[in-house]
């Protein structure tokens, strides 16, 4: 991580963005971010196989959204770039068509998305802003300035971000906002860290993650680890679409999975606007 145009970043503690980052294999991180990194993978070493079966659903969602007529993405806690990125994906379903808007708080996610669009990406097309969840109204509206239509399908991704906000903003609320700003055929794409499944030894190991993230990560997240039915509010009225709501490599893979998914720690779905 050298490029000069990254500047200002915090290394007096790990970004949660560049510790996935590592966990996926990348090279946007530190020494604080990977000292910090392997003492979560001490505590659960299936943390780097749920964060690359949660980046492998990302993928397979894009391009299922792409191949079936959706030509807007807003990527909403995009985090660092890495391979298989949304506006990737989607181009190779639909080359020259779609529009892709990355959204991340931490300055060097939005930094990184900033490089890459530069360098590998038609800036007619693919944006990165510098935003927040919460922002809700003053953030939609910029989407809507780098060219998104609301009158048109659009796929909204919360992927692997809902689980980092804090409970008592109450980000149901803020998501039931973008929910509601979406035409008819939109979709919305989420995963969400799930421990239900009676793992005792998983939840206390997590619970001691959750812990780390509070105290010691530029940007923390809190505690919002939640069952598979209230992750399944997050949807509202939207139509659930084939599997449901299942563990992260369940969610239509493009081979048969073979293990056990709950080792994923994460739940995903995608659902469709029906109604406006």
């Given amino acids: 991580m050298s490029d000069r145009r990254i500047l200002d970043l915090d290394l007096s503690r790990p970004s949660s963005g560049r510790v996935y980052d590592y966990w996926l294999g990348g090279s946007n991180n530190y020494a604080i971010d990977r000292e910090f990194a392997e003492k979560q993978l001490a505590r659960a070493p299936e943390i780097r196989e749920a964060a690359r079966a949660n980046r492998a659903f990302l993928g397979r969602a894009v391009r299922f959204a792409a191949s079936s007529g959706i030509r807007q993405f807003v990527d909403i806690g995009s985090g660092l770039p890495t391979q298989g990125n949304v506006h990737e994906i989607a181009d190779e379903v639909a080359p020259g068509e779609c529009r892709v808007v990355y959204i991340d708080n931490e300055p060097v996610a939005h930094a990184h998305a900033q490089i890459l669009l530069e360098d590998t990406a ?3 097309r693919h944006r990165a802003l510098a935003g927040d969840f919460f922002d809700g109204p003053k953030l939609w509206e910029r989407v809507l300035a780098e060219g998104i239509d609301p009158e048109k399908p659009i796929c909204l991704l919360t992927v692997a971000l809902l689980h980092l906000l804090p ?4 980000p149901e609320k803020v998501l039931a906002y ?14 969400h860290a799930c421990l239900d499944s009676g793992d005792e030894q998983a939840k206390e190991a997590f619970g001691k993650i959750s812990d780390d993230y509070r105290s010691k990560v530029a940007v923390p997240g809190s505690s919002g680890l939640r069952n598979r039915e209230q992750i399944a509010e997050f949807f509202g009225d ?3 679409l084939e599997p449901g709501l299942v563990w992260v490599p369940e969610w239509r893979p493009d081979a048969p999975f073979v293990g056990d998914p709950a080792r994923s720690r994460a739940v995903a779905g995608v659902a469709r606007k029906t109604s406006a």
């Fill in 122 to 124: 038609d800036p007619a």
């Fill in 238 to 240: 939207f139509e659930l």
């Fill in 178 to 191: 973008y929910r509601d700003q979406l035409a008819p055929g939109s979709l919305l794409v989420l995963s």
């Fill in 167 to 170: 409970a008592e903003q109450e």
